[in-house]
């Protein structure tokens, strides 16, 4: 008996053996070669990964790492596991994120002139705005931005009420609790909502635990973060649009080969473009999604009721501009450049 065990033991160290070589093959065949020379870079992003910001970060990652013949490699943090929605631009300056995608609005008093598309004037859709952004951008190379590379700029589509409560008239909101960021305080104070401010990665247990009774926000979350469940209605103001930058340590894009530079710098506009055009699509399924699947009411204004909602905004853009020219801006000029951008590009030119 005790002879007859060699030969089992031994065959099965050899069967062992055989298996670990053949698990260390697949595990050299199916991973890409990776030369010495390889970037890897960390990017961060501060939502979870079914929404936009973060989907745009997976097509970017996509385009670059092929274009680079993957001489590139990005590694994505959706969900605020590198750096949170208020630490992303520090988070990127100091080095803790080679890469980071922020919400400019959640630092309202930092990002004067780009946050300036977030006024209400008319941005019809997220492609336009994004176009508008991005040339905006290019003709004022705000000062904020001084400290990273921006590698590419978009915005949301417009924000809508969604809420608990049906809302079709200015009535019907007064003193409704909605989460919203940045400059939508002054709307919702304007139209006798409360904002209560807080990023949308912290908006999903606020609704649960009843902390708000709705939110203003473009629609697309209803379907990215479910709020279809907690919010059967939908109040369609089509109101203004939120400025996001993806943004670079500037140490490290010092440091990248002039042709991934190139790369990157080439697919900045048609990053904007990529984003709005998404953003716009994925708008149109949620709102088909929501009534389909949680039988979400959408309530349109009429047009006597639109007129009230807009024209009570008027003086928030006057106010903007007075507030921007005792910074040192020149408010009036970056309003007119803004009116021009959205004619431009709502005319597809
Ligand atoms: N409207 C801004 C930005 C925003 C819109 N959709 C998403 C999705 C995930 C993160 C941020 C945003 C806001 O309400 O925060």
Redesign the pocket.
């Known amino acids: 008996m005790k002879r007859a065990l060699k030969p089992v033991i031994g065959s099965a160290l050899g069967t062992v053996a055989i298996a670990f070589l053949a698990v260390i093959a697949v595990v050299f065949v199916s991973i890409p070669p990776v030369s010495a020379k390889t970037i890897s870079l960390n990017y961060a992003n ?3 990964a079914p ?3 973060c989907v745009q970060m997976e097509q970017w990652k996509t385009v670059v790492e092929t274009r680079t013949d993957n001489a590139v490699r990005i590694n994505t943090f959706p969900g605020g596991t590198l750096l949170g929605p208020k630490e992303m631009m520090d988070g990127v300056i100091s080095g803790q994120a080679d890469i980071g995608c922020l ?1 400019m ?2 630092q309202p008093g930092r990002f004067t002139v780009t946050n300036a598309v977030s006024l209400p004037l008319g941005i019809p859709d997220s492609k336009v705005g994004s176009l508008v952004l991005t040339d905006l951008f290019n003709a004022y190379k705000p000062k904020a931005f001084d400290k990273v590379k921006v590698l590419a700029l978009f915005t ?1 589509a417009p ?1 809508n009420i969604m809420s608990r409560k049906r809302v079709a008239t200015l009535g019907d909101l007064k003193g409704m609790d909605l ?4 400059g ?1 305080a002054e709307i919702l104070k304007i139209w006798g909502a409360n904002q209560i401010g807080m ?3 912290a ?1 999903p247990e606020a609704l649960q635990k009843g902390v708000v009774q709705g ?4 629609l ?2 209803m379907k ?2 479910k709020f279809a469940e907690e919010c059967p209605y939908a109040t369609l103001t089509n109101t203004v649009v ?1 400025p ?1 930058a993806v943004v670079m340590n500037l140490d490290r894009w010092n440091a990248l080969p002039q042709a991934v530079k190139t790369v990157m710098e080439n697919l900045s506009r048609e990053q904007a473009v990529w984003t709005g055009t998404y953003m716009d699509n994925h708008v149109n399924d949620a709102v088909e999604w929501s009534k389909k699947t949680h039988g979400v009411e959408f309530v349109e204004l009429d047009d006597a009721s639109a007129a009230t909602w807009n024209k009570a905004l008027a003086p928030i853009t006057q106010r903007w501009i007075t507030t921007a020219s005792e910074k040192g801006f020149d408010g009036k000029a970056i309003v007119d450049t803004i009116q021009h951008l959205v004619d431009q590009h709502t005319k597809g030119e």
């Open positions: 501060f939502p979870p929404t936009f910001p919400c609005a959640y949301t924000a989460r919203a960021s940045g939508a990023p949308m990665s908006t939110l203003f926000s473009s697309e979350v990215d973060l939120y996001f």
